[in-house]
Structure formats: C-alpha cells, structure tokens
C-alpha cells in the first residue's frame, strides 16, 4: 500500500504497523516521534498503530534546548 512520509510516497506492506515503517525507514531510534494524519501517536502504541492506505506519517525528531 503507499502513504506518504514527510511528505514522500513510500511503499509499505498491506497492514503495517508505525513501528513497521520506522523499521522499514531505519528511523526506529530514541527521539524520535510519529504523527499519522496529523495525530501524535504515542510510542507505547506504535507496534499496534496500523496504518492504512494514503494515511500521512510525519517523523520528527526530539531535540532539547534551552
């Protein structure tokens, strides 16, 4: 199925989980926070976060200032 990752269409298995794509991205790292349609998704919830067909991903990255 395709979605899009920062805007970028990429291919992932039919079903796939947040935690499948991050695998499939080589993003699964610490600091690093997901949104699906604009929606935060919490990191305990990523291996079950199925995602579906055109859904939108955007990956940041957590950086600390001050």
Do not use: C, Y
């Not at 298995?13 to 997901?34: H, R």
């Not at 604009?38 to 600390?64: C, M, Y």
């Amino acid at each position: 199925m395709n979605i899009f990752v920062n805007s970028e269409a990429v291919t992932v298995p039919d079903g796939a989980s947040a935690t499948d794509v991050l695998t499939q991205l080589e993003s699964l790292q610490t600091g690093v926070a997901i949104a699906i349609n604009q929606t935060i998704i919490p990191q305990n919830e990523w291996p079950t976060k199925s995602l579906s067909e055109g859904d939108h991903v955007a990956l940041f990255r957590a950086i600390a200032g001050g």
